[in-house]
């Protein structure tokens, strides 16, 4: 009972502290209509995840704002044989008005695990590598911080991809 509050306990602590530190904010001005934000946003959101429909959980063109709810899966390998999917879920929130934009990443959480040995409700709540909760387990640290440095850079890629398609002048050819 004693070990089973402590993981309860440690749980609410990791997740309260990933939520200070895996968050990305983009705010900025564009020659862009608050319609034409909306399009540009709409065709992003079609080619960044296979099925935006199953992944748009607000949709709201007049109030502009869309909310998706992504998840991606990173596999790591532990010692002797041991394997783990991870899979996180995260939120991103767009938000326009004439001429602005404000771009959102936050909520990001360890959805799962799938593990190959006998520990499969192992999961990593995101963590600067600083402050890793795992680095007492030295054999462990190296794969937790490079797992932590994935998410980061595939949560940072989507930022990016975002901030330049919206940046990106509006071909005026009439094909």
């Known amino acids: 009972m004693k070990t089973l509050l402590f993981t309860f306990i440690c749980a609410l602590t990791l997740s309260g502290y ?22 540009v946003t709409k065709q992003f959101i079609g080619e960044t995840w296979n099925n935006p429909s199953e992944v748009i959980k607000n949709d709201d063109k007049d109030g502009g704002i869309i909310l998706v709810r992504g998840l991606t899966q990173k596999i790591i390998f532990i010692q002797m044989g041991a394997t783990y999917a991870y899979t996180y879920r995260y939120d991103v929130t767009f938000r326009m008005k004439e001429n602005r934009y404000f771009f959102t990443i936050n909520n ?11 520990d499969n409700n192992f999961l990593i709540e995101p963590h600067d590598i600083v402050d890793c909760p795992y680095a007492k387990k030295k ?17 940072q890629s989507i930022a990016d991809a975002y901030e330049k398609a919206i940046s990106e002048e509006q071909s005026s050819d009439d094909w």
């Open 18 to 39: 990933s939520q200070e530190k895996f968050i990305w904010e983009i705010k900025d001005s564009v020659n862009k209509s608050a319609s034409e934000i909306y399009t």
């Open 108 to 118: 990001i959480r360890c959805h799962s695990t799938l593990g190959s040995s006998f």
């Open 139 to 155: 054999k462990f640290a190296p794969k937790c911080n490079g797992l932590m440095e994935e998410l980061k850079g595939q949560l």
